[in-house]
């Protein structure tokens, strides 16, 4: 009997599940808070699969699973994963073999990716976990479903100091729409009243052009044009796409945003072709 085989990618928030039912790729996500139901769920759908596991926290699952497991190297995982899914897509032709990965989970990982070789370019404690503290901070909510709504009708710019607020008098030596500075419109906020919508719409703005503004200087410096957005953060979440894409090209860069992309990593697990770390 053939055996069955699944990709794992137990991460800080989510952990990410694929394996294939003939011809097709399944999906499964579920919070890694409730590890003990992952690993129940697996053992009631199969037969004595083996598991292909990455993430930060697949040492806790691999502690708890009775199952044969063979940890993967998580960015290798990663990074395999994307190549995989921009050639399923036909994307790889738009993207060339060069290109940045832009993973925004808890916090942010940016790649490189150069034909069958990767390399980590460096990282940020921004991302979907800053979205979620600062939410929390300035508003009190903390449902992720609740903050996307609220952050789609919210004014956040209005919080922010743009080059064209500062180059007032002049013409700007740049885009005169771009920030200045995030939240530093204090004079503004003293004189009018933001709701919740405002405060969560500024921080997916902050977030959004901080992790844009990592990726493009690495594709710079890397000399692509290419950068590819992944992480469970995008689900569901277009205003941080709106923004990201937006600030990718005015920076003269290209945006892709991939289908399944949150589960590049569980995609490069089960894989396990190996991609060879770069040396830059």
Known sequence: MNREYLGVDVGGTLSKIVYTTGDYWEYKKMPTTQINAVDHWINSHFNNPVIHITGGKAGLFTQKSALPVKKINEFEATCEGVRWLLEEKGLLSRTGSR?????VGTGTSIHFVNGDSYERIGGSGVGGGTLLGLSYLLTGEDNYDEILTLGQNGKGENLNITVGDIYSH???PISGDLTASNFGNVSRMKEESFSKEDYISAVVRMIGETITTMGVQAAERLKTDSVVYIG??????DTLKDIIKGYTELRGKKAFFLE????SGAIGAFLNKGLKKAIL
């Open 99 to 103: 290109f940045m990965v832009t993973n």
């Open 170 to 172: 002049e013409v700007p």
């Open 232 to 237: 469970s953060t995008f689900s569901h979440h």
């Open 260 to 263: 399944h992309g949150e589960y």
